[in-house]
């Protein structure tokens, strides 16, 4: 089992950056496939990124696409996204996730869940 809590999110102004983290622990990081969702005001949750127990294949949404960057050090049991040229639309809650398969966007793939960190990005 593992335990997800993400770090990061807050207020930022259209164009600018934010990096989550999120920190695992409780059980063999590099075991884990890892992803980030988000889920905004209203909607539902939607896939953001995604990353292999290495952390050699990467998969993204086509909205956050050259924009977002995830990436991952199992040294440190975490796993980051980079998010630059922020938009109003990426003002969601956003949550790690991981599961013991293989990197996916389908939520349902996956096991285990932070508690999400809030993102707003004002126009």
């Known amino acids: 089992q593992v335990s997800l809590v993400e770090y990061g999110g807050g207020l930022v102004q259209a164009g600018g950056s934010l990096r989550l983290s999120c920190a695992a622990s409780g059980s063999t990081f590099s075991s884990y496939a890892m992803g980030w969702f988000r889920r905004a005001p209203g909607k539902e949750r939607e896939f953001v990124a995604t990353?292999?127990?290495?952390?050699?294949?990467?998969d993204y949404a086509d909205s956050v696409k050259g924009r977002f960057t995830i990436s991952r050090d199992n040294a440190q049991n975490t796993v980051y996204l980079q998010m630059n040229s922020l938009k109003p639309e990426d003002t969601a809650v956003y949550y790690c996730?991981?599961?013991?398969?293989?990197?996916?966007?389908?939520?349902?793939?996956?096991?285990?869940w932070g508690q999400g960190t809030q993102v707003t990005v004002s126009s």
């Open positions: 996730a991981a599961n013991l398969h293989f990197p996916t966007g389908q939520a349902g793939e996956y096991d285990y």
């Open positions: 990353i292999s127990l290495s952390g050699s294949t990467t």
